[in-house]
């Protein structure tokens, strides 16, 4: 009996040791679970703190690429409105042109008819009779007459008649045959 008293003293001693270890085990579990929780609670808190940082910059970031948009549409629109003013001035430079060009030639060809009717409007004062009678004389002593038509069978009177008379008979017959 002895042997198995002293048998069970040991695994007694031997049931102590475990049941000590197992509660030693179960201790550093709990203890592991703790910190295993406090480092799972401090994650979760980080994830928290970074998943809000993480909204607050990607509300930043909408705000600024919202502000970016407006500005690219605010200068889409000025470029349609400078677009628009081209295509205007395009589509009226021919117009004016050819205006400009139009009034040229009703100009050029107005002012001949505004010549006229100047001059057919214009009061003529009469010329006096001695200064129509110096032209006529010098047409008719002329060479070659501008206002009345040259007659071969009249002589012209004047300066012919004047180189009649300072020539010698020698120089008439061959005056003569010049005529």
Wanted: with cysteine; glycine share 4%; charged share 35%.
């Amino acid at each position: 009996m002895l042997t198995a008293i002293g048998c069970d003293e040991e695994e007694n001693k031997r049931l102590a040791e475990m049941a000590e270890r197992h509660l030693e085990r179960q201790a550093e579990q709990s203890r592991q679970v703790t910190e295993l929780q406090r480092e799972v609670a401090e994650g979760s808190r980080r994830l928290v703190e970074a998943d809000a940082q993480a909204r607050q910059e990607m509300v930043t970031l909408q705000r600024e690429v919202q502000a970016e948009r407006s500005e690219v549409g605010r200068q889409r629109d000025l470029l349609e409105g400078e677009r628009r003013d081209l295509a205007a001035k395009r589509r009226l430079d021919p117009i004016v042109a050819a205006a400009i060009t139009n009034i040229g030639l009703l100009l050029a060809c107005l002012l001949p008819l505004v010549l006229c009717w100047y001059l057919l409007t214009r009061r003529v004062e009469p010329a006096d009779d001695q200064a129509v009678a110096e032209v006529l004389l010098e047409d008719l002593v002329a060479d070659r007459p501008l206002l009345l038509p040259r007659t071969d069978g009249v002589r012209a009177i004047g300066l012919r008649a004047e180189r009649d008379v300072s020539r010698s008979p020698d120089d008439s017959d061959h005056a003569d045959r010049s005529t």
